[in-house]
Each structure stands twice: as structure tokens, then as C-alpha cells.
């Protein structure tokens, strides 16, 4: 990491990343209120930080030695003074001093399905839609999403998610599955989805981190938390630090009956937020996979610090193609909401 | 499962229960306001339910097929009309609307240090005062507690704790680490725990329940929820339904480096509510391992639902002799019950 | 499953494919040397069996409830009355009698650096080349593999690859890592292997196994054998069964410092060989992360069953770009193949 | 660790030994074939290595900081020239060149039943009879064993184990269950078996260890290898060296339906013989908890370098009142043990 001086110039910037490509390695320039700091990317093992450290411009030359040093606290604080980064999508603040609610339903079904969840959940005092065109499922004999139909079905689906977020004021995310969707997916929601299942997708989280869009990413259910931070580094690595993280479960362990899909693990949420500036929201519905643990799980992530929940909703739970065993009415939504409206002021009165 | 009518006579209570033991079953009696019930302990398989349902007196004869019956929501339904327990010690009620805090060191290491803590969190508002003086350490190279010293020094040590709980009016709880400690114990403490450690320990479930007093059992780090209510019943078995189950983190999972020592469970808290009418409290010390995570992880228990926590407070963490890094300060414990205090309310209005 | 009679016409075949896809699944065709079977792909609720059961030429229709329908021993013993299926790559047999070595370096990393440990591994009794082209590491800032240069780069590297393969006898492997990789890697190699990161890919799973070339599915190191098997049902769904399974360790579990990269799970391989027809091998280098256990667990493989091994070989480890820790040398290599056939001998006799 | 010269005389060792208590801590006097070690048991950290170093007598003294000291190869090495130690139970030699088999049915149910199993065991080449007597169960509604039934019934059982074991020339072993059976059980078994929920017990370990016969212990299902071998200490610690340790699996991790009761980490077993001088064994059953796995696994533990098996044997599985599915009949076990001496002829020639 250097942190070049407040007057550093472009020229002296520009001899800094010079010097670290000519290393082989690549560079991320971060400009903030208070100066730039340019981040190596790739081994820095091979960069000679005592020569850097006296170039013209240069305040500090130090290499970090996390995996994760573009989205580290430290790295956050040295250009921008910041501990936490709040992140806008519309006049949605997510990592602000409100938490954010995602709501919709577990796969798109039908326009008038998404149009009456829409309104549903922004009742409900719900800030962002969701809804699912690609489903990444388990099994290849399972609903697949309206995506899977073809670009037309997809693009259809996608349609209506954009429409519905604008006659409702709700910004759209989708899951993304593949590199070919990027494009397509891109151009409709506010915020792209990557899952937990595509995690370790490193070329998928390249591809969606140079559309500039602001990325949700879900921790996957196998991964540690140093390793979640480390894929989520592939994304600041393109630039694009506008990064939403998600805690929603990780596998569950011991013999016997699971009483759970995945074991909800909240420490991971001030675990991550010590760790780095970027806001972490939770997922009860799939950490759960039960809709009568959701008010429970969700008061407890907030609690635990989360900066949003993501909850799927549906206006007939029992009749979803997919998930109907986890997903809530919109009506519960609002009592979700409010609680966790309560349980945040509890904390930080 | 065997339920009586509501003016069955002891005589028919009786002849169950003859009957049960005549097929080399145990029964446990169960008088509730409402009726009694009679739980075989033993392979229902062998019982003639058919015959015994048309007994005098009895009601309704039928298998329940979970491994733990006696605890399970139903059958307290059946005796008591009960949902959920509160269990009495002095003036404190540990599942009631209130949360209960049991604070206190790790390891009691001295008259003075006690006295000196448990004034401390009775202060901040505590209502249990916990001591080590058994510690069952990984290793044998290790801090042993005080007990390890022989007869003499337990006496000691457990003697303090009874006589700090009565001073600042805090009942008394205490970890028990083997069967031969069962009977020392219980004549000095309020509560008995077994650690985690020992929950698979069958032997010394059953010595421990038969004192009668009540019981605090910890969650193994390695068991699955239903692995730990069998292991429960075993002191349900006893006759002694005085149980206080207790959530402290399971195996974490994954590569690379931890940042907490076990993965806090806390969808385990709802779980077990809707499964048993015992309370649940949970241990947020041991749990993340972190003086820096107590506070968020405690009022995301108690968001969760907890009925309480047990929390390690020591006036100076950084000299104890035991588990120095997850201990935190009766100030910062203040802060912790008040929170929790908040947040409880916030998820019941 | 729809299992035709010896006799059915391709009339009769086709009418049953026409009423699947009726109802908006897709069928998988399998003309085996006995009988024709078809495996619809979807959700098999919505089709009428008993209907179906009554077409001419069909000798049989049922409901298969597993998620892995197409790769089922059930399905195989149908079409081919087979219990395992043997993939010819070359004049390799994976899934014969003998055991089959599949090594190389973990990456490529020179022309020079390949064709010396081609030569070597072949001396050593190897059968098949490995050589990562494009490696899915989990840090953006470690080296990412030849393949990560660009499209020049990548197809030099492959060239390489095929070179040594030809020049010394050996059919060659390597690692895809995204989907627009697909065509390229397709062209230069026998068998394409999706690796453990990126086994929940579901569209990379598809797109490969259109290629119809042999494919290599590792374990992920989350996912339960329901699940790896699962997903692998997303290749034999396009039609192509050529596919060979590999365990290579799931992640640990347990506090304390972890003395191998992952849990090594050999009861996979014949639980996986009573479930499926498809041969697994398994991968010791990945599963241990240790060179010196490479030849415990590589004869533990072999005893417990496996086809074969992916052992990763280098001629000087200690220089390896990637993986230095877990690469063997080509004359440790001879040891463990000559050893491993000593083992399989004991296990047959 | 404090090494003394060859010649250090009594005197030379009691000062050390002196030196080590004054300092509160115990000392464990190893007296080898080469030389005489002195472990200090308790926290290092108080004593003084660099005055104990230059006591007369004294060769080497130096902190070791792994928390097994006493059972470290190092420490072996140090008094015993000892990589591995053979531990002998009558003419059996267990750790020695040839693998050693343990039989007999997971639970004694009566006379006839254990002598047929005995004799069956002793015909298909085994060299010591298990047979539980106290069986430590998940339920307590489960079969608890004959010992359960009481003392009278308890040591019926055992002196039948005994009878048994004389009969066909079989050392026996059963597993303890809690501290007070520990007098009842040595006097009839010449192994103490502490089974995986029991190896957290520190008390029962302790008591255990001070009756001085050789000592089965079995790794928990939720620990790691480093809290194994610090639990392993605490029966080192008594001085008691005699130590099997045993391999049957970890907790499994994982979604979905899991194929084997637990996670057969074989790599535990070249892990641990690089780590102390302790023979290990494996315990496919229990491991698997699948008859039809055991040959396999039982090939691939020793494949994996175990020293023996300990496999549960029943003349009629099918009734057997406990772990039924898991049992192998005697004429299945001759397969298990012909094999595994091939096997382990494959892996040292």
C-alpha cells in the first residue's frame, strides 16, 4: 500500500503505478477526500517498497499482509478517513444509520406475481426488490428461473423487475449465474447478485466488478471468513469498490436431524465489519430455510450489527415454485421491519 | 406417553406405572396443575400402549418418537398446559419476561478477587454469580482451578462463592467436572453446570440430576441440537426437570485462520424454544472467544430470543488466569445488561 | 425413467420424448447395448407415468427420486446392465482394472519446466498429464497461472501442453475456470476438468458438457456427496455421460490448528461407486496439502477403491510457483504408483 | 524437558525433579533404555530452564511448546531412541510389524452370545475380543448395556468377557463409561477403552490412566488432532505411557443426506504418527456406521498406516440390540483381516 502526500501530483501518482507495473503487478488508485493511496495487486512481494517510499509524493510504502488489503480497514482509513462506507443506491443508504431492508420473492413467476410482492414489501417499509431470473439450484431437475427459458424469457423477466422497481420506487437486484448474463443482467438492476454458490467464481466476479454497479456478494456456505474477504478482494481489484457483503449461512456440522438448512453464523457480521469498511447485511431465509425462525433471526442480525437484512417474501408462501418453505408474507415483513427498527435504536441508544 | 384424567387416583397412577416396569421400562410421573402424566424412559417399543389406553383412569396412551420426550414441548403441554418453564432460584426466574445475566471470572482465583467481581456485576445489574473452581482445561499443562488442589482447597474456594452470593444476594452456580465432585458441589451451589465438555457424559448427567437441584447444561461444540436434548433428557430421566439449556458456540468450519473460537448458534435459540418448554440462555464468552464481540453477540441472543446470558466478567481480564482475552469489566457488563435490557423490549412490543 | 422394450422403433422412442417435452421437460436418451432408456430432465412430477407406462415400446415407466437420476447405478444397470462405467481417453481406461495416474505440475509454467516433468512422470508409470493453465486461487494477488495473460498467452500454454502430451505418449487435462474459456480449452485437451471452486457452477457444468469431451468434476470441499453428485447430474443432463468424479477433501472441522488443508473423505469413493456407474478417483496432493503423506493416502485411496489418483508432480518442488508444499518429485512418484498397484492387487485377490 | 546425561545417578534426578515442585509444578521421570527425561506437567513459563540447564547431571533442558509434551516423538526420542512404541497385552504387540485385529460384538448380551462371537473372532485371525458392557448411548431411552443393570449385573458380564478372552486366547477390552467404574472395570480388562464421547473427560482420563494398564482412547467426533493428543496427555501425565489411540470419525459437514455416520479422517493417522510415538489404530464401524463400508475403509485405514482395526463383529448382525447395521459377521472379518495383511504387505515392500 502507498499513501501518496495530500499535494501529491498526477505525474507523481502516475511514476508510483509505473514502477509497480514494471514489477508485473497492477495497480488500484484510490482517490479520497483526503489523498490518494495506491493499492499493488498482485504479489508485492516482488515490489521494492524501501525505493517507492522515497519517490517524490509518496508519504508511506508498506506492504499489508492480509489476503485482503484493497477492502481492509486500514487501507479504507488511509485514503478516505473512513471506517465504514456507506453505499447509494438511489436514495437508498446502505451501511448508514438505517438498516436496509431487500425484499421480494425467491424466483420472478409471473409480472403479476413480482407487481403484487412490489407492493407488498414497499408497504411493508421495504427499501429494495429482489427477485430471482437466474436460480442457481441444486438440482438440474428443479425450476431453473424464467432466465433459463432463453434471452427473450429472461429479458422479459428482467423487464418486469426494472418496471415494477420503478412504479413501486424500489431499486432492483437480481442474481447473476454465468459471465455470459453480465451484460444482459447489468443494463436492468440497480445492484447485481453474485450467490453463494458462485463465490469462488473468480472470472464471474471480474466480470461483474468492471460493470461498476454496485455488487452484493453472499459468503459461501463452505467458505471461512478470511476467504470470503479474499474472493471479495477480486472485485475491489477491478476498482469497483461499492460492495455489499451477505452472511447467510454456513454448513451445518454433527450428526442427526438439521433443524436448519445452514447455521446462521451473526458473529460473522462484527467479525467482517472489524475487518473491513464495507457494510455486511444477513439473509435469514435461506440461513434458515424456515419461515417461523425468521422474526427471531432477523431481530438477532440487526442486533448483532448487520446493516440490512435480506428477506424473501411472498404474498402466498405456499405457492412459490421455489423456496415456499422459507419465504414470508409481506405482512410479517412489516413486523419484521418494525422490530428491527426498534432492536437498532436498542443498540445504539 | 402416558396422560391420566384429570381425577385419576393415585392407585391408577400406580398401575401404570407397575405395568411400564413390568416391560423393564423406568416411568417418570409428572404431576402437573392440570393432570398427570407418566413418561416411560426405556424402548417404548416393548409397551402394550393399546392396552394400557383403556387402563381407569388414564386418558390417552401413545408413543412419542423423538429421542426426548420428556422435555419436549408436547409433553409439557400435556402436564401443565405449559409452553414454556420458568425455573426458580431465590427470587430469580430464568425463562420469565425478564433476561437473567449470570456473570462472574472464568476461574475463581482468590477470596478476594470474588468478592471484588461479584460486587461489581451485582452492580450492573447481574442475577447469578458464576466462579470456576473446577476448570476443565484442553490441556494439562494448564491452570487446573483451584479444585484441582485437593479436597481442602475446593472446599475453600466453593465456600467464597456461597458466601459472595449471600452477601451481594446472588445465587450461586458452578461447573462440575466429574462424578466424584457431585456431592461437594451441590451442597455449596444453586445451580449446577456441566460444561460442555461433559455433556456427553451420561453418568454424570444422571448423578448431577439426582440432586435435585437445578441444572445448567451446556451445548458440545460438536453435537447437533438433537443430539443435545437426548443428551438433556438423560437428566429429565431423573425426575429433575430443573434444566437450563445453554448455547456456546459449535466447531467452527472452514479453512484459514478463525476469528472467533467457536460459531455462536444462536437459530439454535428459537430451534430449541419451539422443540422444549425448558429455558435457553447463551454464552457469548465462550462462543466468539472476543472481549471486543461480547457486547453486539449478547444483544443478538437475547434479539434471538435467549432467556438470558452467562457472561465472564473480571475487573482486570488482562491478569486472570484463565480465558484473560474474552473476559470483559463489570462497567462493560453494565452496558451489556442494559442493551440487552433495550433490545428484549424491542422484540416483545 | 422410461425403460423401452429390446424391440421399441425409433417412432416409439420419439412419441416418448414428444410427451415429455408436452409438459416442459427435456429427455435424455440412452441407447444402451441392451435397451433404449429415457431420463426426463425436470421436474418429473408433472409427467403421467402411468399414461406413459402404457405407449407402445415401453417396458417400463417410473418415478426415480433421487436428484441424481442420469447417473444413477438404477438408470446405468438399465440401458447398459452396467455397475460401472469405463471412460477411454487414448488407450487410458479410467474405471478398469488398473488403477490410473493422472500428474503434473500444479501450474504451467514453462515449456522447459512441462516437458521435464512429462518426461519424468512418464518414467514413473503416470498415464495422464495435468498442468494448470488457468488457476482459481483464492487470492487476487497470488499467481493466477499462465492462462491469466490473455488469449496468446493461454493458447501458448496450451500448446505446450498438447506438445508434451503427444511427444510422450500421455493424454492431457487441464482446469477451466470460466465459461469463455470453454471453447479454447476444448480444442487443446482430452479431458476438461472443472474444479472443486467451481463445481456449483451450473452454467460452466452445462457448457462443458456440450463440448462432449470427457469431463473431471472435483468434490467441493462444502458440499455433501447429495450434492457434489447432484450437480454432476447438470453434465449428464446435456447428454454426456463421460464423466469422472474426484474427492479431494472437504473442509476441516475443529478448533486448533489444522494439520492437513482439508478432511480427506475416502468413504466418499465407495459410497459414490454404490450410488452412481461413474469412476472416481481422488486427489491426495489437494485433500493433505502435504508432501509427506502423499504416499499414505495415496495407497488409502487406492484400498478404499479409487479408479485412480491426481497426484501433483514436480522436479523440484521446492521452486513450484504454486502449491511448493504439496508437489512430489517424479521418483517419489514411481514409489507411489508402484506401491498404490501392490495395494490394488491385495484388494482384488 | 529435561534431559539427563546417560550417568546422571538418582540423586542428579530428584533435584531436578525437587526444582520442578518447588516451582508448583509435577514431574513426569521417564527412564529409557538410553536415558532418563524429566517433563515438567503444568505452565513452563514459571520454571527457570536457563539455572535447571547447568544442574549437575543435566545434558539438555528446553521449554517444548506443543501442548503434548510427554507424548511428542520428540520426547520419545529423547528417553527411548523411540520413533514408534509397540505396546504388549499378553503375546499381542500392538504398533509392532503386523497389524492387530480387535473383535466382537459393540454389545455383550449374554454368555452364549459372546463365546460363539469369541470363537468366530478367534477362527478369522483376530487377537483381542471387545465387548461392551456400559454403553454410552445418545438416548437414554436406548439399550444401556448389561452394566447398567448393576453392579451384580455388570460384573457378570465382565467376568464372562474375562472367561472369554481366557477360553480362546484373547486379550480383552470394554469401554468405561464414567469414574466409578473405573476399580470394577481394571480388574477384569486388559485394555481400558474411553470411547469419543468420554475423551473430554479429564477426571475419567486421570483415574483411568493411574490404574496403569494400557489405555484405548478415542478421538471425540468434534475434535481437532492437536486437542486429541492434549487430551491424550492428561493419561501421559499420570505417568502411564501405555497409550492406543484410535481413529473412528469426525462430525460430517455438509447439506443433505449424509451416506456414513461420520467422517473417516484417515489422514489423522500418518498425522499422528509423525506427531508422537503412540501407536493408532481405526474403527471402520463406528466410523462408517455401514457393514458394507467396512471392507473397504478397514483396507484403506491400513493402507493408511494404522496399526490394527478394532472392527464390531456379530455371528447374526441383524439382532443384535445395538448399531445392528454396522456389525460384520466372523467369516466377513477373515476377508477384512486377509485383505488387510495383503495390504499392508503392499505398502512396506
Not at 473512513?82 to 443508504?93: A, N, Q, R, S
Not at 420472478?108 to 439450484?137: C, D, N, T, Y
Not at 432463453?150 to 423487475?161: D, I, R, V
Request: glycine residues 10%.
Amino acid at each position: 500500500m502507498i499513501i501518496m502526500k495530500t499535494d501529491a501530483t498526477q505525474e507523481q501518482i502516475d511514476r508510483v503505478v509505473e514502477e509497480i507495473e514494471k514489477h508485473g503487478l497492477r495497480a488500484d488508485v484510490s482517490r479520497g477526500a483526503y489523498r490518494t493511496v495506491i493499492g499493488p495487486i498482485g504479489d508485492e512481494g516482488r515490489l521494492p517498497f524501501d525505493r517507492i517510499a522515497v519517490f517524490p509524493g509518496v508519504r508511506e510504502a508498506a506492504m499489508v499482509d492480509v489476503p485482503y488489503k484493497l477492502i481492509s480497514r486500514e487501507y479504507g482509513k488511509s485514503f478516505e478517513e473512513l471506517e465504514h462506507m456507506v453505499i447509494k443506491v438511489g436514495d437508498v443508504e446502505i451501511g448508514g444509520e438505517e438498516p436496509v431492508f431487500i425484499a421480494g420473492p425467491c424466483a420472478v413467476e409471473s409480472k403479476q406475481q413480482l407487481f403484487k410482492i412490489a407492493e407488498g414489501i414497499k408497504k411493508a417499509g421495504a427499501h429494495i426488490l429482489r427477485g430471482g431470473v437466474f436460480k442457481p439450484r441444486s438440482s438440474v431437475h428443479s425450476f431453473q428461473g424464467l432466465g433459463a427459458g432463453g434471452q427473450e424469457k429472461a429479458e422479459e423477466a428482467l423487464e418486469w423487475l426494472r418496471e415494477a422497481g420503478r412504479k413501486f420506487g424500489l431499486p432492483v437486484i437480481t442474481e447473476i449465474r454465468g459471465e455470459t448474463q453480465v451484460d444482459l443482467v447489468a443494463e436492468y438492476v440497480d445492484i447485481i447478485q453474485i450467490g453463494a454458490r458462485n463465490m469462488y467464481d473468480q472470472d464471474l466476479l471480474t466480470q461483474v466488478a468492471k460493470k461498476g454497479k454496485p455488487v452484493l456478494l453472499k459468503r459461501h456456505f463452505g467458505a471461512g471468513i478470511e476467504e470470503f474477504l479474499s474472493f471479495t478482494e477480486y472485485i475491489a481489484a477491478e476498482g469497483n469498490k461499492n460492495i455489499i457483503l451477505c452472511e447467510r449461512g454456513i454448513v451445518p456440522v454433527g450428526k442427526g436431524k438439521s433443524y436448519t438448512r445452514y447455521v446462521f453464523d451473526l458473529a460473522s457480521v462484527p467479525v467482517i465489519q472489524k475487518e473491513t469498511y464495507l457494510p455486511i447485511i444477513a439473509d435469514p431465509s435461506h440461513a434458515t430455510g424456515r419461515r417461523d425462525l425468521i422474526f427471531s433471526m432477523s431481530c438477532a442480525a440487526i442486533a448483532a450489527g448487520a446493516s440490512g437484512l435480506m428477506v424473501e417474501t411472498h404474498y402466498n408462501p405456499a405457492e412459490a415454485l421455489v423456496d415456499a418453505q422459507q419465504q414470508i408474507t409481506p405482512d410479517e415483513l412489516k413486523d419484521v421491519i418494525d422490530a428491527c427498527r426498534r432492536v437498532r435504536k436498542a443498540i445504539v441508544s
